[in-house]
């Protein structure tokens, strides 16, 4: 049982940053390797970034690149989303996932465990 819990979210205007965190519990391990997915409000969740477990390979949605930045603290269980320069159209609900292989995925069905999600509100 791996328990991911993300942490950051909130209210920020356009052009601001943010910077998420998604810690892991139990059962967790450095092993893993991480993503970040969003969900717009009544839309689907799409894939932002995913990063291998030893953080050598970091991969990023064309809507993200050059602003959002993906790493990871192996020794503290916790992954990052830096969050720059964000839009309006970047307001969802972020949800971090753990697949237990040594590379990522875009695709979230490769993800075995996922956090509850952390709102940001991007504001014009």
């Known amino acids: 049982q791996v328990q991911l819990v993300e942490s950051g979210g909130g209210l920020v205007q356009a052009g601001g940053s943010l910077r998420l965190s998604c810690s892991a519990s139990?059962?967790?391990?450095?092993?893993?390797?991480m993503g970040w997915f969003r969900q717009p409000p009544g839309k689907e969740r799409e894939f932002v970034a995913t990063?291998?477990?030893?953080?050598?390979?970091?991969y990023y949605a064309d809507s993200v690149k050059g602003r959002f930045t993906i790493s990871r603290d192996n020794a503290k269980n916790t992954v990052y989303l830096q969050m720059n320069s964000l839009k309006p159209e970047d307001t969802a609900v972020y949800y971090c996932?753990?697949?237990?292989?040594?590379?990522?995925?875009?695709?979230?069905?490769?993800?075995?465990?996922w956090g509850q999600g952390t709102q940001v509100t991007v504001s014009s």
């Open positions: 990063i291998s477990w030893s953080g050598s390979s970091t």
């Open positions: 996932a753990a697949r237990p292989w040594y590379s990522g995925s875009y695709y979230s069905k490769q993800y075995d465990y």
């Open positions: 139990g059962r967790s391990s450095s092993n893993y390797a």
